[in-house]
């Protein structure tokens, strides 16, 4: 770290975070006593360090999947400063030089589809999406087909209809009532399957799949609209889709003129080893929306991208006022999103970041796997890329979820040590405890080795 503030600027800040700053996501009372709060002055590759000069290895890319490139890329930085210089915004009906290179550059990667929505956070994308499936119905069938499925443990974002399509219980506790028209599907995570009534020893892909059918008959296919899933479900604990599963619903849409709609926020641009998470399982969507890892976090961005026949239900009849989509998203015309997109693709490809992530985190996959070997409060060990989790339990028999306060001693211990994890679903009670990795893309054996390392001696100073 370089020092560029001094000590005593660095408690000013420290005061002035503590005083003024309300965090996301945590119970500011501890802050506001005895705990200094954390401010992360600078980072590089896939380190940063804090205002006491603490040096940490990231494995989670920022906190949330997002930093895929790692820290301090001048090249995204100039790329951004160059762009800004020229012309930094402008939104409504107009275009602007980064925003068509990028749609083009980006969607040559996405076969079948064809046209990029711009916008600003992944919540915002997904809205967005649910209001054109809304306006579908409307327009082709009378309002009928307006009803959107998701999954249990699936999250789609923070706002009251991203939350309403949460199948994260904890995190939608008393922000009801919700919109109405979201229906929830099972999930499909293979582990936790003997806790779903009639799941089969084998082919269970298959069969959470069809728990989705039973759902559309149940509530109509004349109603159903789009299934909004995650290719493999983040926050909800990692879960990996098992064999069988995109097979069975890519069918079941197509059968039901469903549109699927695919929430890559966290997997999409690289983070499981392809472009995007459904390339891993040969599934063709209708609609994908993205956010995090579009710009790994150097501007903010988010897209949704469709096919061309969902554009074109939007332009079939300009004689009629309202048949176009009614939206418009104001930092959707910052430039700078897409200039460093652009970017951040260019370093993705020019470093080859999609193999070190498939050979990094098969590597990754087999050390979680040994790690499971020593401690058995690893019930389960998955994940795709460099997206991994690790699923704790007090017994592995009955597979109950390992306790809560001690899951999270894991992360401060770690954290400790200098290595910075992830938690999923902790106060889910019943629900899985699972430690959380995605270090970034440029990850390297001796950081995975490192990483390892750190949750080898956190496991056994909390759990023995
Ligand atoms: N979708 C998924 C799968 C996410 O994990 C998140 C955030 O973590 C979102 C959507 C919401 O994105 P944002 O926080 O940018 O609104």
Redesign the pocket.
């Known amino acids: 770290m370089d020092g560029t503030f001094s000590e005593n600027d660095l408690s000013r800040v420290v005061e002035a975070d503590r005083k003024n700053v309300w965090h996301h996501l945590i119970q500011h009372q501890p802050f506001e006593s005895a705990i200094d709060p954390r401010i992360i002055v600078e980072g590089k590759g896939m380190k940063v360090w804090d205002q006491k000069g603490k040096e940490h290895l990231d494995a989670v890319s920022g906190g ?2 997002t930093v895929n490139v790692g820290y301090g890329r001048e090249s995204i930085a100039d790329a951004v400063r160059d762009q800004l210089v020229k012309l930094n915004y402008f939104a409504g009906s107009a275009g602007s030089i980064p925003g068509a290179l990028f749609a083009e550059k980006l969607l040559d990667k996405m076969p079948g589809l064809d046209r990029m929505y711009y916008c ?7 809205e967005k999406a649910f209001k054109m499936v809304r306006q579908i119905a409307h327009k082709k069938y009378g309002g009928k087909k307006h009803k959107i499925l998701y999954r249990d443990r ?6 009251i209809a ?1 939350l309403s399509a949460g199948g994260q219980d904890e995190r939608n506790a008393q922000y009801g009532p919700f919109a109405p028209g979201f229906v929830r599907v099972p999930h499909c995570l293979e582990y936790r399957a003997f806790e779903q009534e009639g799941a089969p020893q084998e082919n269970y892909g298959v069969w959470a799949a069809d728990q989705i059918e039973k759902v559309i008959l149940a509530e109509g296919p004349d109603t159903v609209g789009a299934l909004c899933l ?1 290719p493999v ?3 909800g604990g990692v879960i990996t889709p098992p064999d069988g599963y995109w097979d069975r619903v890519q069918e079941i849409c197509k059968k039901y003129d469903i549109l699927l709609h695919i ?5 999409g641009v690289g983070r499981t080893g392809t472009w995007f998470g459904y390339q891993q399982y040969g599934v063709q969507p209708d609609m994908v ?1 993205m ?2 890892g579009v710009a790994s976090g150097y501007a ?1 961005i ?1 897209c949704l991208v469709t096919t061309e026949a969902v554009f074109d239900m939007f332009k079939d009849d300009p004689s009629d006022k309202m048949n176009y989509f009614r939206d418009i998203s104001t930092f959707g015309g910052c430039t700078a999103g897409p200039a460093a997109a652009i970017e951040n693709m260019r370093i993705i490809e020019d470093e080859n970041l999609l193999e070190n992530t498939t050979q990094m985190g098969a590597y990754m996959l087999d050390q979680l796997h040994g790690l499971a070997d020593k401690h058995s409060i690893i019930g389960d060990v998955r994940g795709k890329g460099l997206f991994l989790g690790a699923e704790l339990v007090s017994d592995r028999d009955s597979r109950t979820p390992a306790d809560e306060a001690k899951v999270q001693a894991v992360v401060g211990n770690c954290m400790a040590q200098g290595v910075i994890i992830g938690a999923t679903n902790r106060s889910l009670p019943g629900k899985n405890n699972s430690l959380c990795f995605s270090p970034a893309l440029i990850a390297t054996k001796d950081d995975i080795d490192h990483i390892i390392g750190a949750v080898d001696k956190a496991l056994g100073d909390v759990f023995g």
Request: proline fraction near 0%; include cysteine; glycine fraction near 10%.
């Open positions: 949330v999947w600003n956070s992944g919540s915002e994308a997904n699936d999250y789609h974002g923070t706002t991203c995650e479900t983040a926050g929430d890559e926020v966290v997997c929306t956010a995090k903010a988010a």
